[in-house]
């Protein structure tokens, strides 16, 4: 199985300021066939499901505020939040679908 | 607007199995497939498996082999899930989740969640 980590494990954040989560793949989720990144980005608030928020590493699903954007490729990348919203307070999870789906741990964000 | 509607927390006894319903609306049942996905307590969301809801094929994570079953009943846009010899480590919120292909690996939907409790 393909490995996700992320970090930081939490991070406290004013509003209105950036937020940066990272996340590493223990092996490449880019396809040669269509040179495309097999990494999603989701957004876990308390008691509710994980909600997809990026695919294919930068595209925003539907209805996403572009204030979410994602990046990278091959084994790192990242998901940057341009000035937070008491809203985005959640776990964010990153996954890899490039093959059987594996989830990272989960980064909390929260207001400072 | 899709959606996906899971059946109530269960209790099960240590042994025993556990059957979870994923009732879809919103969209053609048979053009996506259906995942399973866990968050045991304090632990990252675990993929259990895929159930192609077009022709019933199914691929289940190797760590649950033998003792999970998948199924569907496309009459009622309905996908279950059962696990059988429970034990307390199968204490967990178990997910349905949309496909966003039959057999697409990416996930686009998610149902409540059915807590699941293995407790003597």
């Known amino acids: 199985d393909i490995v996700m980590t992320q970090s930081p494990d939490s991070l406290a954040v004013s509003l209105g300021e950036r937020a940066t989560i990272n996340c590493k793949s223990s092996?490449?989720?880019?396809?040669?066939?269509?040179?495309?990144?097999?990494l999603a980005w989701y957004q876990q608030k308390p008691g509710q499901p994980p909600n997809l928020l990026i695919s294919?590493?930068?595209t925003r699903d539907a209805g996403v505020p572009d204030r979410f954007s994602g990046s990278g490729s091959g084994t790192d990348f990242t998901l940057t939040i341009s000035s937070l919203q008491a809203e985005d307070v959640a776990v964010y999870y990153c996954?890899?679908?490039?093959?059987?789906?594996?989830f990272g741990q989960g980064t909390k964000v929260e207001i400072k | 607007q899709v959606q996906l509607v899971q059946s109530g927390a269960e209790v099960k006894k240590p042994g025993a199995s556990v059957k979870v319903s994923c009732r879809a609306s919103?969209?053609?049942?048979?053009?996506?497939?259906i995942h399973w996905v866990r968050q045991a307590p304090g632990q990252r969301l675990e993929w259990m498996g895929l159930?192609?809801?077009?022709?019933?094929?199914?691929r289940y994570s190797q760590k649950f082999q033998g003792r999970l079953t998948f199924t569907r009943d496309t009459s009622a846009s309905t996908a279950y899930m059962e696990l059988s010899s429970l034990t307390s480590e199968d204490t967990a919120v178990c997910y349905c989740?949309?496909?966003?292909?039959?057999?697409?690996?990416?996930?686009?939907?998610w149902g409540q969640g059915t807590l699941v409790i293995v407790s003597s």
């Open positions: 989740a949309r496909a966003q292909g039959s057999g697409s690996y990416l996930i686009d939907y």
């Open positions: 919103g969209y053609t049942f048979t053009v996506y497939g």
């Open positions: 159930i192609n809801a077009a022709n019933d094929n199914t």
């Open positions: 092996q490449s989720v880019l396809s040669s066939s269509n040179n495309k990144n097999f």
């Open positions: 294919w590493a930068s």
């Open positions: 996954q890899q679908y490039y093959n059987s789906p594996t």
